[in-house]
């Protein structure tokens, strides 16, 4: 038996091709990642120019009390080779439940690898069982420097961060923690809501953008919809019967749900679209389908239900208690609106998650940033609400650029020529790849726009 067994193996690796025989013997990547303490390679797929791994690392559920629990938090490896500089990822939300190759703005700018990495506590990168009030920017930070500090052993060239929106607020915490982790961080559309309540950047942004008449147009949309709340809630509360969506864990009821939508919608058509879908918004004489379904295109009536918002509600409760939330005036809908105290964050958890704001991270972060921080780009659109509130770059070998007219998705190929080529030129310095280097995506890697679910930052 042992003899067959041994004469089957080899006319396996007869059928190999010898390049794959040869890796199938001598795999020094597989194998210096599965030395690294804590990490697991679940799988491997190969394209052209580069391996792609799917991992989970063993991080403490608290870092100040490593030794209290444990959680696999879920990451990627884009793999080009040893030699290039490694970016560092986050969404700042959790990874796709399948994940597939895909690649960063400055992973393709640098010819990098790239780590991806799960927040902690998107699911199923949460501890069990989970503790709420690990789930910190400080946690999080500590979490990325763990798994940095691991792979160094294996890329020991230059590291540079990068996150869109909510994942570009990561990096920056991290950046803050731990500076020394990274050569650089490029941060996408991340907005800095250093004094929660103080939120006239985001009121004088909605009384600007665009040109008058679609501002107006948007605005008739919430009036109309509010006024015609009894026929809408009915149709909501119609379709939840139909999908199975309900309110009662989070939002609360129906009611709640329409009103939340549509003082969301014209955020959400602002963070989505351009001003050229101005065209598209009904007018105040549009039918109820008409409108009803325009809003559902824009915000979705099915988000703000339990099945909707818990996904979500690790960033709902960083935002409550942390990351702060825009506060918006909504002095257009005067007399319309049957909550006033309903936009807030702590709206869309359950009760057990609610908690008070603490003003001091957000604070701290600013002030570092705008004083003592070094190597950081902020890419912002401007015509993005996120947009709105931005971080101040320190003096040190940092910049910011605005996209003309982008949105959400505002990136270095769309700021302006000079503007890319100095911001393009900064990110290449900081990694030590050659200033003329042409970016040339692979075939069969898909550009990852950065900015994570299609609702919130």
């Known amino acids: 038996m042992r003899y067959r067994i041994g004469a089957i193996l080899a006319s396996l690796l007869m059928v190999l091709s010898p390049a794959t025989a040869a890796r199938a013997a001598d795999d020094p990547l597989l194998d210096q990642l599965k030395a690294v303490p804590g990490l697991s390679v679940v799988s491997e797929t190969q394209g052209t120019g ?37 970016v560092l990822y986050t969404n700042g939300y959790g990874l796709a439940a399948s994940p597939r190759p895909t690649e960063t703005e400055p992973t393709r700018l640098l010819g990098a690898n790239q780590v991806s990495v799960e927040h902690r506590f998107f699911t199923p990168s949460r501890p069990a069982p989970a503790d709420w009030s690990d789930l910190n920017i400080w946690q999080e930070a500590s979490d990325e420097h763990r798994i940095v500090t691991a792979l160094k052993g294996v890329y020991s060239g230059r590291w540079i961060q990068t996150g869109g929106s909510k994942g570009g607020m990561t990096s920056v915490y991290h950046r803050r923690f731990y500076p020394g982790d990274v050569d650089g961080v490029v941060a996408y559309v991340a907005p800095d809501d250093v004094i929660n309540a103080a939120d006239k950047a985001y009121d004088g942004f909605f009384d600007t953008v665009g040109t008058e008449s679609c501002r107006a147009a948007l605005a008739d949309v919430q009036r109309e919809a509010l006024l015609r709340r009894d026929r809408f809630v ?102 319309l609106r049957a909550y006033p105290g309903l936009y ?70 769309k700021l302006t020529a000079a503007d890319a080529a100095e911001a393009t030129a900064m990110l290449r310095r900081w990694a030590g790849v050659p200033a003329g280097l042409r970016s040339v995506p692979s075939s069969d890697l898909p550009l990852d726009d950065m900015i994570g679910p299609r609702r919130r930052p």
């Open 344 to 413: 807030t964050a702590n709206s869309s958890l359950p009760a057990e998650l609610r908690r008070a704001y603490n003003p001091v991270p957000m604070l701290d972060v600013d002030l570092w940033v705008r004083t003592a921080s070094e190597r950081m780009l902020f890419i912002y659109g401007q015509n993005d609400p996120w947009s709105a509130e931005r971080f101040t770059p320190s003096r040190h070998d940092s910049a910011l650029y605005v996209a003309p007219g982008a949105n959400h998705g505002a990136n270095i190929a």
């Open 50 to 86: 580069y391996r792609f791994f799917v991992l989970t690392y063993r991080q403490p559920a608290d870092h100040r009390h490593p030794g209290q629990g444990s959680y696999e938090q879920r990451l990627t490896l884009l793999h080009r080779s040893a030699g290039s500089p490694t």
């Open 234 to 335: 009915a149709r909501l509360q119609a379709d939840a019967t139909a999908n199975g969506w309900t309110f009662s864990t989070s939002i609360g009821t129906a009611d709640r749900s329409f009103e939340m939508t549509v003082l969301d919608t014209v955020w959400a058509f602002w963070q989505y679209s351009s001003a050229a879908d101005c065209a598209t918004v009904p007018a105040s004489t549009a039918t109820d389908d008409e409108l009803y379904d325009w809003i559902d295109g824009v915000a979705g009536w099915s988000f703000y239900t339990d099945q909707g918002l818990e996904p979500y509600w690790p960033y709902y409760y960083q935002a409550a208690g942390q990351l702060g939330w825009p506060s918006l005036r909504f002095e257009h809908l005067r007399g």
